[in-house]
């Protein structure tokens, strides 16, 4: 379904309302788009896993704005007024809410018409436990936002993706609903790729910079283990980091996952005090040079049989 959210408190628009007298911060801002000019549909994605559908489902026809930069990790994004305005003059915004305070904020402050993941993926509660970090008081919404880590979810958002493209386009309904078919049936191959490469492992248990993979974890029969929580900058407390210790130890881990956008200081420091290593396993929040999901979601799999001693 199509809709508008009207339920954030007011007082968090006016950073947006007032972003022409420049008190909205120019830390990020609408990127290059698709480059079709002539496109019969305007979208703005929220962060790259929707850009990518985006662009996959709407080919020439639609032209695909960014709202977060490549290489900028998209949880505590903000918005340049030119962001804004690309949110104001899209045909659609692809969003996920309570995920980018900042875009929530836009979408109604614009009165976008815009179109909610979470109305097309069942999300799930994040798992990570109060008190175990000294940041748990994060803007973010106490769902797990990042369905895109299991790429049959992502199938199904491309299917809903389809839907939309071709309700608001009508004219090349067929051309979107066949795009988007295609698309998630890639996804579905890739899922069966990581069912095939993670069946049969020493070991199940991965410890991660911060818990993105829950989605993967559930889908692939594996045990995520999170140094931090949701939020990537959330400072895990002195027990965590003591608690993750411990289970690398008894659980025989022999890696340590960090990310390309997340500071390794922790992660290498319990690496050291273990004698584990350290391999990144990327959450596929951006993209950056050549990468797309689809290869950095192959160097993952790679990663994840390497550090489980998969056959």
């Known amino acids: 379904m199509i809709l508008n959210r009207t339920n954030v408190k007011v007082m968090r ?9 420049g008190l909205l911060l120019v830390t990020g801002c609408a990127g ?9 549909l305007e979208v703005a994605a929220a962060f790259y896993p929707l850009e990518y559908v985006a662009e ?11 709202l977060a930069s490549p290489g900028v990790e998209p ?38 018409r815009v179109f909610d993941a979470a109305d097309a993926v069942d999300l799930r509660p994040a798992e990570h436990q109060a008190g175990d970090s000294e940041a748990d008081d994060h803007e973010h919404g106490v769902m797990d936002p990042h369905f895109w880590l299991d790429p049959t979810m992502l199938a199904t958002y491309a299917t809903a993706v389809g839907e939309q493209f071709a309700q608001l386009d009508p004219d090349n309904s067929a051309t979107y609903l066949a795009n988007a078919s295609a698309l998630a049936s890639e996804l579905t191959s890739l899922g069966d790729t990581y069912t095939t490469g993670l069946a049969q492992c020493e070991r199940r248990d991965i410890v991660t910079s911060h818990e993105a993979f829950a989605y993967l974890a559930a889908r692939y029969d594996l045990n995520q283990i999170g140094i931090a929580g949701i939020d990537p900058e959330a400072e895990p407390s002195p027990a965590r980091l003591l608690a993750i210790r411990d289970i690398v130890e008894q659980t025989g881990t022999t890696t340590i996952f960090t990310e390309s956008l997340v500071n390794t200081a922790v992660a290498d420091a319990i690496a050291r005090d273990t ?25 993952n799999l790679e990663a994840l049989r390497t550090a489980l001693a998969c056959d």
């Open 13 to 21: 628009l006016l950073p947006i309302v007032s972003g022409a007298a």
């Open 32 to 40: 290059d788009p698709s480059g079709n000019a002539g496109a019969d």
């Open 56 to 66: 996959h489902v709407g080919g020439d026809l639609v032209r695909v704005t960014p």
């Open 75 to 112: 949880h505590d994004l903000e918005l340049s007024p030119m962001a804004v305005r690309e949110i104001a003059q899209a045909d659609l915004v692809l969003y996920l809410s309570d995920f980018q305070p900042a875009v929530d904020d836009a979408v109604i402050a614009t009165k976008a």
């Open 275 to 299: 004698g584990a290593t350290t391999a990144v396993l990327d959450p596929v929040e951006s993209v950056i040079d050549n990468d797309d999901y689809a290869s950095v979601m192959a160097r």
